[in-house]
């Protein structure tokens, strides 16, 4: 198996007399995110939950004392990237000035995604 990825699932199918092994990997990524703009007080962390839990993906996400949100996210590489894409929109009321993401080494240590006060 290649460094940087894990093995999701294999599954053996059977065509006539010959057999498939299909094989998926998926690459596993983190990153740290910071969100600017009108990002507090308008649902912004819930929002982030829902989406990150809904694509399959773990961290946490915070307020900052600044005003921007903070999030930590581990999973597929595809689908933080459509959390990033999601967060680039925000939710109804927000109005997000910019997205700055840095890609870090996969690390495997969330179990679920939180919304937490402080680490």
């Known amino acids: 198996m290649q460094e940087g990825f894990r093995l999701l699932f294999r599954t053996v199918l059977r065509l006539s007399s010959d057999v498939l092994t299909l094989t998926l990997f998926v690459m596993d990524s983190r990153a740290h995110i910071l969100v600017r703009g009108r990002v507090q007080g308008v649902f912004f962390r819930d929002h982030t939950r829902k989406w990150a839990v ?17 999030v930590m996210v581990e999973g597929d590489q595809k689908a933080i990237e459509g959390l990033i894409t999601r967060l680039g929109e925000g939710p109804p009321l927000s109005h997000v000035e910019d997205v700055n993401v840095d890609w870090e080494d996969y690390k495997g240590e969330f179990d679920d995604f939180n919304i937490t006060w402080a680490l």
């Open 54 to 70: 809904s694509l399959g993906l773990t961290g946490w996400v915070r307020n900052l004392a600044d005003g921007r949100v903070e």
